[in-house]
């Protein structure tokens, strides 16, 4: 064999060996996306699921991690603490699951936190219970907690809405809004807000028509709704046909961010205003650019839960990159308590961890001619 020959066959050699080292360095990084695809919070599970998909898909696009891959595997908890338990428990024993991302609701998340603790498994859920975080530091809350945001919706309530009395309606049986109940009433009380009556209703019921005629009895200027949004439309719709009059506000928080709440709330529902974390259409260019994209290869217009799991799947796979070429559970979980301004579509776009607590800003809506548009400010 000539020597240009030899050279040519050891050019080769190393060349494939290199590939081969490369393809050998490359590797899946598996999440466990655990959402509520059926049951009561499916109208949120279903599209943060997607969201995050997209999310994942889009970051493997662009080599966000180099030659490794995000891999998921969706996983339904039904909204039900015991399925979301018990799959906690089933992917903690797959040592190529590193994270999980869910579950969905507090009910759900708050009893599974003691099981990743357990495990040893970070888990990210969708919800803003802070009570999550007391089972250990493998627990993330996902939304900001009612110490961010209530202040800030009281503020709007009584410098922009001009409201003086509010009746409240909570979720008694989620310990989330009970909480964003109870800090909304301590901040607008000591500005000078009377609070004329606050009810609990349960997650599941439909007939709100006691509370509705106590309500309107009241003569409030504003009612609070601290429920989901088809709770929310029908309270709307009851509290309506007892007489509340159209002068009274509909004021709301982040679990009104659902297509559900116009169509079924209707004309009841017109005017009313809830703080968001997403600006339908996006309010930056990354935003606009996810709502378009999403648009195109789903089909479907992105709502605040397809945008919120855009966003969490971004923030997670930021804390896999930084940590580090080999990265572990408890690298990614020590990483992801160091978040800080990490680029999302929510908010006022930034997203950061002080204490597994996050902050990303938020932005007010309100329901016009169907639609969620932005609220005076």
């Not at 080599?63 to 018990?86: H, P, W």
């Not at 020590?334 to 996050?358: H, Q």
Request: proline share 6%.
């Amino acid at each position: 064999m000539s020597s240009k020959k030899k050279v040519f066959k050891a050019l080769a050699l190393a060349a494939a060996l290199s590939l081969a080292s490369h393809a050998a360095l490359a590797a899946d990084r598996k999440i466990v996306i655990l959402q509520a695809l059926t049951g009561g919070a499916a109208f949120v599970g279903v599209p943060a699921s997607d969201g995050m998909k997209f999310a994942a898909d889009e970051l493997n696009a662009k080599n966000f991690l180099g030659a490794d891959k995000i891999t998921y595997e969706v996983v339904d908890s039904a909204t039900a603490r015991a399925q979301a338990m018990a799959a906690i428990t089933r992917y903690a024993a797959d040592p190529n699951v590193l994270f999980i991302l869910g579950p969905t609701t507090a009910p759900e998340a708050i009893p599974s936190a003691g099981v990743a603790n357990d495990a040893k498994i970070g888990m990210k859920a969708m919800t803003n219970a802070v009570a999550l975080l007391s089972a250990g530091p493998w627990g993330f809350i996902s939304a900001q907690p009612p110490v961010i945001t209530m202040p800030q919706l009281g503020d709007y309530a009584i410098d922009v809405a001009k409201v003086k009395s509010c009746a409240t309606i909570r979720f008694s049986d989620n310990e989330a809004y009970v909480d964003l109940e109870r800090i909304f009433v301590e901040h607008t009380q000591k500005r000078g807000m009377t609070i004329v009556d606050r009810s609990g209703i349960k997650s599941a019921d439909s007939d709100f028509s006691a509370v509705a005629t106590r309500i309107v009895a009241a003569k409030p200027d504003c009612v609070m709704l601290f429920t989901l949004g088809p709770s929310a439309a029908n309270l709307a719709i009851q509290l309506k046909q007892a007489g509340l009059p159209p002068s009274v506000k509909l004021i709301g928080q982040t679990g009104l961010s659902s297509p559900q709440l116009v169509q079924i709330g209707g004309a009841a529902v017109e005017g009313l205003v809830f703080n968001s974390d997403w600006t339908p259409g996006g309010n930056s260019p990354e935003g606009r650019t996810f709502a378009a994209n999403y648009k195109a290869k789903t089909g479907k217009d992105a709502d605040n839960w397809a945008a919120l799991g855009y966003s969490y799947m971004t923030v997670v796979a930021t804390a896999i990159k930084a940590a580090g070429p080999n990265p572990t559970r408890e690298s990614i979980r020590d990483a992801l308590t160091k978040t800080k301004d990490v680029p999302v579509v929510i908010g006022t776009g930034k997203y950061s961890y002080v204490n597994r607590i996050p902050t990303y800003g938020s932005v007010f809506l309100m329901v016009k001619d169907g639609k969620f548009v932005p609220a005076p400010q």
